[in-house]
């Protein structure tokens, strides 16, 4: 019996050692990943951005005291969520959200940016501060926690009619259990009133099973923002968060149910688990336990909100230092002027790969840009929206350089007709073209980013109606920059924006473009060349050179 003994021991001490080896070892190669990663973008293929703007769009009837909540169309014509998907380096489900609730957002102030900077200086000085905090982050890698944001947002969740009902049953099964002792027969009855619990059981885990899911979330994220409150350098950044544990306490330990219930996720508890179950059904555990949850939850909104803020602002603060690693070289953070000035040196589109950095300087006055298609007119007022947005919200631009105003951004790039809804590309361009008009004459500044205006027109129309607009626009302190092939706006806009453009060259039948920003209007036309190249009938060629003959004839007699 003595040598069993011995060797039951034995066994339980090699699992032991075999287990504290096999976590050794995971938390060592988790560590070495982090490491092996830091600078480089996730598998977007994963990335599910419905989920992920859960948060943001949640936080939208909260956001009247921000500066801009950037737009669907805006993020639509400016790719954010491609962008998104480059820049984000989280760990967390929180923070995914978080870091896209804040692409998304410029706050009215810069308080909440420039705390973020330094939390990001901070994470990428320290190897192990962040390497630390990712392992504890870890803990919300997987996709359940996007939920827990629901347990704030989600819609209100009232107690059942039928609640003074279950506390009846509850009591009588209580009752039963204890007579059966003298009297077995209370069994039966027992047994009757654990059938119809069952269905209650049943019912109501099946109504909030989405809600059961944010609860133990919850727990996940409270035991987070414990580890992370640890830590000196993080406790010294965040002072407030001991008191907001602290506050969040009860709440906690009022959930050991939903606790257990996560618990079940290991084959080992299972069995456990199951017993648990049957105890929650035969005394209506569950359904009571929730619903008390719930009203204790309603009275700690703004605590859970702040739960989430302080998980999120840290893993999205190690995102910013992982992709301004990975930017090297090729980013600034930005200069927020007061002097209605734009001074943009080699700045890039972060989606293009080996893109041809750009310089600008603007002073009181605007861009129009005009150039061929490809040469890279949009892709530059794109890049300049993009880093707008990403110097205001992350504080950090793909330039070397980038001084401007803080304003609000807006754009209309792309722009297509609605069968389904009847409305024509004009139309649609005229609804957006008047929230700009509208934007114009607020207090703050404004950025203005307009690809080939009212396109759908004809000439005379769209260069009058253009002009008339764009002038009005560039009034305040606004900036606006428009990309264009009507070349007659040069001379209608001379004293109110500076003109740019890009050009190609044809080299050996070939287009080349250099997709470099040039000072002065467009004067070269290669229109007609490049038919010729592409081999167009020598009669089509003919026919535009001599039409060309005549509307230049046409002009000059004009002037």
């Not at 090699?14 to 600078?39: A, H, M």
Request: glycine content about 4%; proline content about 2%; aromatic content about 12%.
């Amino acid at each position: 019996m003595l040598i069993l003994a011995y060797i039951i021991l034995a066994l339980i001490a090699l699992y032991l050692l075999i287990y504290l080896y096999k976590k050794n070892f995971s938390v060592k190669s988790q560590r070495e990943e982090f490491k092996r990663d830091w600078g480089t973008p996730k598998n977007s293929r994963y990335i599910d951005i419905d989920l992920i703007e859960n948060y943001f769009l949640n936080t939208i009837t909260e956001s009247s005291e921000k500066l801009q909540l950037i737009s669907d169309k805006i993020a639509d014509d400016l790719y954010l969520n491609d962008v998104f998907k480059l820049i984000d380096r989280t760990t967390s489900r929180i923070g995914q959200q978080f870091l896209y609730a804040r692409l998304r957002t410029i706050d009215q102030d810069k308080t909440d940016l420039i705390f973020l900077d330094k939390l990001a200086e901070m994470m990428s000085a320290d190897e192990k501060l962040r390497l630390d905090t990712q392992m504890k982050l870890q803990l919300l890698e997987k996709n359940d926690s996007y939920y827990f944001q629901d347990l704030v947002y989600a819609k209100k969740i009232d107690s059942p009619e039928f609640m003074p009902i279950v506390y009846i049953l509850s009591f009588l099964n209580v009752l039963c259990l204890i007579i059966s002792i003298f009297h077995p027969g209370f069994l039966l009855v027992f047994f009757g009133i654990f059938i119809i619990n069952s269905g209650i059981h049943y019912w109501n885990k099946n109504k909030v099973s989405v809600h059961t899911s944010s609860l133990g979330e919850f727990l996940k994220a409270f035991e987070t923002a414990k580890k992370l409150d640890a830590d000196t350098q993080l406790i010294a950044a965040f002072p407030e968060t001991a008191g907001l544990i602290k506050e969040l306490t009860p709440l906690k330990r009022k959930m050991i149910g939903v606790k257990l219930d996560n618990m079940a996720e290991a084959d080992t508890v299972m069995i456990g688990y199951m017993l648990f179950e049957l105890l929650k059904i035969a005394f209506n555990v569950e359904i009571i336990l929730f619903y008390s949850i719930i009203d204790s939850l309603r009275s700690k909104k703004e605590e859970l909100k702040r739960l989430f803020k302080f998980i999120g602002t840290i893993d999205t603060a190690i995102s910013v230092a992982s992709l301004r690693d990975s930017w090297e070289g090729e980013y600034c953070k930005p200069i927020f002027n007061q002097e209605n000035c734009m001074d943009i040196t080699g700045v890039k589109h972060p989606l293009i790969a080996n893109c041809v950095p750009n310089d600008l300087y603007l002073e009181h006055r605007n861009l129009l840009l005009t150039g061929s298609n490809m040469s890279g007119k949009t892709t530059f007022i794109r890049s300049a929206g993009v880093n707008m947005i990403l110097g205001q919200t992350l504080y950090t631009c793909m330039a070397k350089k980038f001084s401007v105003p803080y304003s609000k951004v807006f754009s209309s790039i792309t722009i297509a007709d609605s069968l389904l809804e009847d409305k024509s590309y004009y139309f649609e361009e005229m609804r957006i073209i008047k929230n700009f008009i509208e934007e114009s004459t607020s207090e703050e500044p404004c950025f203005f980013i307009l690809d080939e205006i009212f396109k759908g027109t004809n000439t005379i129309e769209r260069v009058s109606a253009g002009k008339a607009i764009l002038s009005y626009l560039a009034k305040n302190n606004n900036f606006v920059f428009v990309s264009t092939h009507d070349t007659e706006l040069n001379e209608l806009l001379k004293t109110e924006y500076e003109h740019y453009h890009f050009s190609e060259t044809i080299e050996a039948e070939e287009l080349i473009f250099d997709h470099t920003i040039k000072k002065g209007p467009l004067k070269t036309r290669n229109a007609i060349r490049i038919l010729e190249i592409n081999n167009y009938p020598a009669s089509v060629i003919a026919d535009a050179n001599a039409t060309v003959d005549l509307m230049m004839k046409d002009e000059l007699s004009a002037e």
